[in-house]
């Protein structure tokens, strides 16, 4: 696994959902948290939201509009949905990196690449997204689901993704967001505080593993923020669009 080398200040502090702790120890949090759900994972998932996420992954990976043959990297790639959905388009001649630094959920994704078509054109990588063990100017598509909350240095792991991008190459990031509308956030709220804490704990045995997802995304740059980040470190072309009224958001930029 990666070590961040970064020698960050030890004073500096981050957010761990809504409890502020120092930049050195979020990644630890985070690490034990996903240990926690790992198995589980995808099958809360698809109960947590009913099912969208494949059709949020499905329309996130179309939007790249990949080639066969493509080198893809799936960046806090998990159990690797977005990988197995980005193989079937690129076939045998394309590769597919996931890239996670998490080693349960790599372990719990694995044995769906062995069932899934293409899937033996996946590899599965433990590193940290924020240091990338990936030469410069390697892939023609980065892919981050769901993962870029998660990170210490949001920055940093951006910057990260457009490092190893070629030029001309394309970046997707799927990600939660706070829906816009105050009808439908007074129900979205009431859904994530209350219903879903209360199904982690009859599915994970834990009241807390859910309560880190809201937190996190009400923690997270508006969709018009990451847009302006995402240009400052370079991207180009950089667009963004809702899913299910807000909840999810693609954004895409390129790399000139
Ligand atoms: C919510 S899951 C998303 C998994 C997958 N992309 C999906 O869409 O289902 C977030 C993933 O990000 C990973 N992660 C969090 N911080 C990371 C980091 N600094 N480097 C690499 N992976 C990280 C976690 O281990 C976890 O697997």
Known sequence: ??????????????????????????????????????????????????????????????????????????????????????????????????????????????????????????????????????????FDAVMVGFGVRNLTHLEKGFREMHRVLKPGGKLMCLEFSKPPALWFRLLYDLYSFILIPLAGRLFTGSLEAYTYLFESIRMFPSPEALASLLEEIGFSQVTYHKLTNGIAIIHRGVKE
Request: aromatic letters at 6%; charged letters at 25%; one cysteine or more.
């Open 1 to 138: 696994m990666e070590h961040s080398k970064s020698g960050m200040n030890q004073n500096e502090k981050t957010y761990v959902g809504y409890r502020q702790v120092h930049t050195s120890e979020k990644g630890k949090v985070v690490q034990q948290h996903f240990t926690s759900i790992a198995r589980r994972y995808d099958l809360m998932n698809s109960i947590l939201s009913f099912g969208l996420h494949r059709l949020w992954k499905r329309t996130a990976v179309k939007t790249l509009k990949l080639k066969e043959g493509d080198r893809i990297i799936d960046v806090c790639g998990g159990t690797g949905d977005l990988a197995l959905l980005a193989a079937r388009t690129i076939g045998h001649a394309g590769r597919v990196v996931v890239y996670d630094m998490n080693r349960a959920m790599l372990e719990a994704g694995r044995p769906k690449a062995v069932r899934a078509p293409f899937g033996e054109t996946i590899s599965w990588v433990q590193g940290d997204a924020e240091n990338l063990s990936c030469a410069d100017q390697s």
